[in-house]
C-alpha cells in the first residue's frame, strides 16, 4: 500500500482517529479530547511508513502533525479498511432496509428461523443465529419454552434487558373482563406495531404461548420494510407523503396518556426505510392543512391494501412452549378473531434491539476467541 | 357554526374519525376499522344539524355516507377545534424545538427550575410543574432529595420507568478501579450527551449527588437545541451537513459491544429539531467519501466550537440531596475535573420522556377534575 490512502484522506479525519495513548484513553478506548482542540490550520507533516519488527505484514504509517507536531502512528491494515481515499466499508448499524433481508411469505415457507429452547440455550452458535435472524428477517420462533408463568422475561434476559411500560413488567394477552386495549379482547387485530403512541417506541416484542386451545388465534406477520420498499416502486408519491407527515397515535387510559407523533414510515438521511408505525386502533384525528390531509388518507389507504396482501403475509399458529421474538419496528403481527371464552393465553414484554445487537457481537468475538460452543 | 367544517374536510379524515360505537370501542377507545374498509368512492351524503337536547350550546353534526349508509354524529365543538377545513390546532408531541423554551445561561440566572423533595412528592402541582420544566427548559432540579443509596430509582419511579441498560438499573459515577468509561474516572468531561451508541438512546437521565467533597467535579448543562438553533442561523450549510450525514458511535468492554448510526442533529419531517447526539470519547471513524468526510468534519467542529461558548452552559455544583433530571435527547451536560482521590459519588439512572409526559397528562387531568393537591 502507498502513502495515498494518508495523503489523500481529510486531515481532520485522520487526526481525529489517532490510535496513540494521549488521543485514546487506554482503559476505556474513549477519545480523549475534543474536535476543537486541534488546530483549524491542521495539516500533514511528513509521512513514514514503519515496517513490522518482525519483518512481517504488520506495518505502520507515521505521520507527524503540523503545526502542533503531534506524532500518529496508524496500522496500514486500518487505513485500508478505513480510509475515505481508498475505498470505505458501506458499515452501518444493521438498522435500515440496506441490511435486511427483505422477505414475503413464500421466502420463508418451511424455513422458519426457529430453534428449541434448549438448543438455545445451551449453544452459542444456535443462539447467535437466533438473534442473527431479529436481525436479518426481523424475528425468530423459539420452541418449547418452559410453559411457566413470567418465563417471557427469562427470555427477553438471553439477550437483552426488558423494557418496562405502563402494561408492567410483561403483559398478559387474554381476554380481560375491563379491557384496555382491544389486545385483551377475543377481537380480530389486522397487521400493526404496537405501541407507536410511545417514543421512543419498544424496539423488540415477545409473545410466549401458555395456551392456546381457542378456536382462531391465529397469529401472522407482515415484513413492513418489505411492503414499505413494495409501495416506494409502486407508487413513489405516496411513499414519500408517509416519509413525511407527522402523524399522532394516542392511547390513555385510567393511569395513562401517551401520545408521539411521528411519520408511519421513517427514513435515515440517506432516504433509506428504518422504521415503520401503523396503527389504526390508535392514530389520532391528523391535524394538517386539507390538501395534507387530502394526501395522506389516499397513501395511507394505499400502503394499507398493500399491508393486507395475502402473499406478504406469514400465517402460523402459537403453540404452547413458542416464544416470538421480533422487531417492532420493521414487523407488522396480526391475529385472527377467537371466541372470548377464553383457551388463549399469551404473555408479552418489549425489549430493544441495541442490547440484542450487542449480545450477538460478544457471543461473536467470543465465538472467535473461544470457539463456538458455550 | 355553519356545515363548511364538514363539507370542507377531506372525506376519509371525516369518516375516519367517526365516534359512534361502532367505529371506536367503547372500553378501550380505540378504532375498530382498518383504513381499507371504507369504500374508496366515499362521499359525504346528507348532512344536518342536531341541536342539543336541552337547547344548550352542545350541538352535533350528523353525516350520512355513501355509497356505505352509515351514520356519524360529530360534536360541533371537536369539528371546530380539528377540522383540517377551518383552522386545525399545531399540536405536536411536546418533543421538537416548536415546543420548548430555548435558553442560554443568563435566561435561567437566578430562576433555575427546582423544587424540595417533600413539597415534589405532598403536591401535585409542584410535581407539574417540575415536569413540565423537562418538557419546556429540558430539566429540572430536585433538592434535598434523601441520600440513600438507589433512591435515584426512586425519584425515576415518580414519573416513569427506569431503563434499564449495560451499566445496570443504576450506574455510580465515581472513580473506579478499573473503568469502562471515563465518566468512572476523575476526567474533566466537555458538553455531551449519554449513550448515543445506543438506539433508541434513553431519553431522559437522572443524577442522584450523594458527596461531592472534591475539589472540582461542577456541572454544566448547555441546551443543544438553542445551540443547534445558532448552528442553523450562523452556518446553515453546517447545520444541514450534521442533519444528513450519519455517524457512527460506539461503545465495547468486555461485556458490551454497542454501536449506533445517527446523525448529530436529528430533524422531523418538518425539518424541525428533535434530537441531538454529541459525543466526542465515543465517535467511530466516519466511513463516507473523502468529500463528505469534510465537510462533516467542518460542521462537526463549528457545532463543537458553538457548543463551547461560555454564555450557552449552565454551571452548577451539585450538592448532596440534589438530583438531576434532563433530557437526554436536548441538553449536553459536563462536568470540571476533580481528584481521583475520591470524594464525588453521583447516582445515576435512565428513563423515557414519554413515560415523563404520560405522568404529568394524567396529572392535569386529576388536577382539572380534582383540584390541585394530591
Redesign the interface.
Known amino acids: 500500500m502507498s502513502s495515498t490512502a494518508i495523503t ?3 486531515a ?2 485522520l487526526r ?2 489517532c490510535p496513540c495513548a494521549a488521543c485514546r ?1 487506554p ?10 482542540d ?1 488546530p ?1 490550520d491542521l495539516t500533514l507533516g511528513a509521512v513514514r511508513e514503519v515496517p513490522a519488527a518482525d519483518g512481517g505484514s504488520a506495518t505502520h504509517w507515521e505521520v507527524r502533525w503540523e503545526p502542533e507536531g503531534h506524532r500518529s502512528l496508524y496500522p496500514a491494515a486500518w487505513l485500508a479498511a ?1 480510509a ?2 481508498t475505498s ?6 444493521g ?1 435500515t432496509e440496506a441490511e435486511k433481508e427483505l422477505w414475503a411469505a413464500a421466502d420463508l415457507a418451511g424455513q422458519l428461523p426457529e430453534a428449541g429452547w434448549d438448543a438455545y440455550i445451551g449453544d452459542r452458535e444456535v443462539r447467535a443465529r437466533a438473534l442473527e435472524a431479529v436481525g436479518s428477517l426481523g424475528f425468530f420462533l423459539l420452541r418449547d419454552v418452559p410453559c411457566r408463568d413470567r418465563m417471557v422475561l427469562g427470555v427477553a434476559e438471553t439477550f437483552g ?6 402494561y408492567g413488567e410483561l403483559f398478559e394477552v387474554r381476554v380481560e373482563a ?5 389486545a385483551f ?1 377475543g ?1 380480530l387485530i ?1 397487521p400493526h406495531t404496537d405501541n407507536p403512541y ?4 419498544p ?1 423488540v416484542q415477545l409473545l410466549h404461548c401458555l395456551r392456546n386451545e381457542a378456536v382462531g388465534g391465529d397469529s401472522g406477520l407482515v415484513d413492513g420494510f418489505h411492503a414499505a420498499a413494495l409501495l416506494r416502486s409502486e407508487d413513489r408519491r405516496a411513499f414519500e407523503t408517509l ?4 402523524v ?1 397515535f394516542a392511547f ?2 385510567a ?9 408511519l414510515i421513517e427514513v ?3 432516504g433509506r426505510i428504518r422504521g415503520i408505525r401503523f396503527n ?4 389520532a ?6 390538501p ?3 394526501e395522506f ?2 397513501a ?2 394505499a400502503f ?2 398493500l399491508l ?1 396482501r395475502p402473499e406478504l403475509r406469514l400465517d402460523f399458529r402459537l403453540t404452547p412452549g413458542d416464544c416470538l421474538v421480533f422487531d417492532n419496528t420493521r414487523l407488522l403481527h396480526a391475529r385472527t378473531a377467537f371466541s372470548e371464552s377464553g383457551g388463549r393465553h399469551l404473555q408479552g414484554a418489549y425489549a ?4 440484542l ?2 449480545t450477538l ?2 457471543l461473536r ?1 467470543a465465538g472467535r476467541g473461544e470457539g463456538a460452543q458455550a
Chains 1, 2 share one sequence.
Do not use: C, M
Not at 416519509?243 to 407527522?246: G, S
Not at 389504526?280 to 392514530?283: A, I, K, M
Open positions: 489523500d484522506s481529510p481532520p479525519w481525529d482517529n484513553d482503559r476505556t478506548g474513549q477519545k480523549l479530547f475534543q474536535i476543537t486541534l483549524a478505513h475515505p481515499a470505505y466499508a458501506a458499515g452501518g448499524d438498522r434487558f426488558v423494557r418496562r411500560t405502563n375491563d379491557p384496555n386495549n382491544l379482547t377481537a389486522t410511545r417514543d421512543p417506541v424496539t416519509t413525511r407527515v407527522p399522532e390513555s387510559d393511569r395513562t396518556e401517551l401520545r408521539a407523533e411521528r411519520p435515515d438521511p440517506l389504526n386502533r390508535s392514530l384525528a391528523l391535524r394538517a392543512s386539507a395534507v390531509v387530502e388518507y389516499a395511507y389507504r394499507g391494501e393486507l430493544d434491539l441495541d442490547g445487537a450487542s457481537a460478544v468475538r
